[in-house]
């Protein structure tokens, strides 16, 4: 029997980050033949999107805030000013994150996360379908995760 010892430790460091990412994307891309014809393409890397609206008086109205990897846009943050909402900007946004992503970075599909008292209904309306619901995350809120074929 072979006795081996271990540190286990609990803090937050960049570089050991860094470095198990690393690792892990190369025992990802060894296992699956689909990440190893990604390895070196321009759809390998995550490509930031972002869309703004502003008002008359050049304020900050609304924005989402996304990326594209591969053929998929993922919306991580979409916000409408409490002022403007109603007058369709955040149909506008996600609107032009899909007609961007399809255009400009053949994306074919489109995923976010939201919670139950911020816009899955929004999401709804717009052709995405609940692909995932976590209960109590956090605690006494509902997350949802959708997904949308675009095109």
Excluded at 91 to 119: G, I, K, M, P, Y
Excluded at 121 to 149: A, M, N, Q, S
Aim: glycine residues 8%.
């Amino acid at each position: 029997m072979v006795c081996r010892m271990f540190r286990l430790e609990a803090e937050v460091d960049k570089a050991r980050r860094d470095l198990l990412h690393r690792r892990l994307r190369d025992a990802n891309t060894a296992a699956s033949p689909v990440l190893r014809a990604l390895r070196g393409t321009p759809a390998a890397h995550e490509s930031p999107l972002h869309v703004w609206v502003s008002d008359a008086n050049g304020r900050l109205a609304g924005g989402l805030v996304g990326h594209t990897w591969t053929t998929w846009l993922h919306v991580t943050c979409l916000w409408v000013d409490e002022a403007h909402r109603g007058a369709g900007l955040g149909s506008t946004l996600l609107t032009e994150a899909e007609r961007l992503a399809v255009t400009e970075r053949a994306c074919t599909h489109s995923r976010v996360e939201t919670w139950d008292f911020q816009a899955p209904d929004f999401y709804r309306k717009h052709g995405y379908e609940v692909v995932c619901v976590i209960p109590d995350y956090p605690p006494g809120v509902t997350e949802y995760t959708l997904t949308k074929r675009l095109g």
